[in-house]
């Protein structure tokens, strides 16, 4: 562990899985005076930048001993460690579902009072498009019961029900964001992006309200930006404090060109590329 020191008067945020795909977008973006990051992956986390506050730490979300010291002096933890795609079952339990227990277990032996769990669009994903109608205007509830796509899915599903299951017990804050998808823009998705995307700067947007929401409790919500065709309710969110500012309908020409706007007739919330390849088989965005 390098850098930020022992000061008790800054905040230490914890971030799993800071080395992938989302920890790298959400790190600089997350950064504020008084605030400590500290970042756990498997993979080494890149140095820090001149300036920057970070706790450096390699280790694994599954290993107990490496979790009770990330967690030792922390104010909040923001779990983005785990497969996010498709995998074998065995992986899928080990590293999602038994890390994120690992994680859960860690932060209650340190008393660390709140948990962001970064849950999926894919809980749900067999929930057909129809139900947003049904809904409202507003979009599928945050809350809606799980009906993952994958196993994948299913993992997300019991993290949210880990979740809950700490926070009845224990007395934890835990918020579980039901990510729809996060990139720079929606460009890698394809047309799904223009109901799933997450901007960057939302996602952090998120993150702080999740961090800041005086005792939330236990929450489910969505997280994804204002985009046009959003499925989902973002009223969850709101109620924590969230405003989103972005929205992904600015690309909808580049992503709607050709035949793009057939992926969009799919029937479930999912997609067709988590609902019908095989379970198990790594899958496409």
């Known amino acids: 562990m390098t850098g930020g020191g022992a000061d008790s008067s800054v905040q230490r945020i914890l971030i799993t899985g800071a080395a ?77 579902i038994s890390g994120t227990h690992t994680v859960l277990e860690a932060a209650r032996l340190a008393g660390v009072p709140r948990v962001v769990l970064a849950s999926s669009n894919h809980a749900v994903g067999f929930r057909e498009v129809t139900e947003v109608t049904a ?72 993150f702080e309200a999740c961090l800041a929401a005086p005792a939330p409790g236990y929450r489910l919500v969505w997280g994804v930006s204002d985009n046009t065709r959003r499925i989902c309710s973002l009223a969850e969110a709101e109620a924590l404090g969230y405003k989103a500012l972005d929205n992904a309908e600015r690309y909808a020409d580049q992503l709607l060109a050709g035949d793009g706007a057939e992926a969009l007739t799919f029937p479930y919330v999912g997609g067709a590329a988590f609902c019908t390849a095989p379970l198990g088989a790594p899958n496409p965005m």
């Open 135 to 206: 809904a409202g205007p507003g979009g599928l509830p945050a809350d809606s019961s799980p009906r993952p796509d994958t196993y994948y899915g299913v993992s997300k599903a019991a993290i949210e029900a880990l979740g809950s299951l700490y926070h009845s017990r224990f007395g934890m804050d835990v918020i579980a964001v039901r990510i729809g998808s996060c990139f720079e823009t929606p460009l890698p998705l394809g047309p799904r992006g223009l109901i799933t995307w997450l901007s960057p700067d939302d996602g952090a947007r998120l």
């Open 20 to 96: 992938g795909g989302m920890g790298r977008l959400m790190r600089p973006r997350l950064r504020r005076d008084g605030r400590v990051l500290r970042l756990l992956d498997v993979a080494a986390p890149a140095p820090a930048e001149p300036g920057e506050r970070v706790e450096l730490v390699t280790g694994s979300v599954t290993d107990p001993a490496a979790m009770a010291s990330a967690c030792a002096g922390v104010d909040a933890i923001i779990h983005l460690g785990g497969h996010s795609r498709e995998t074998a079952w065995a992986d899928t339990v080990e590293v999602n």
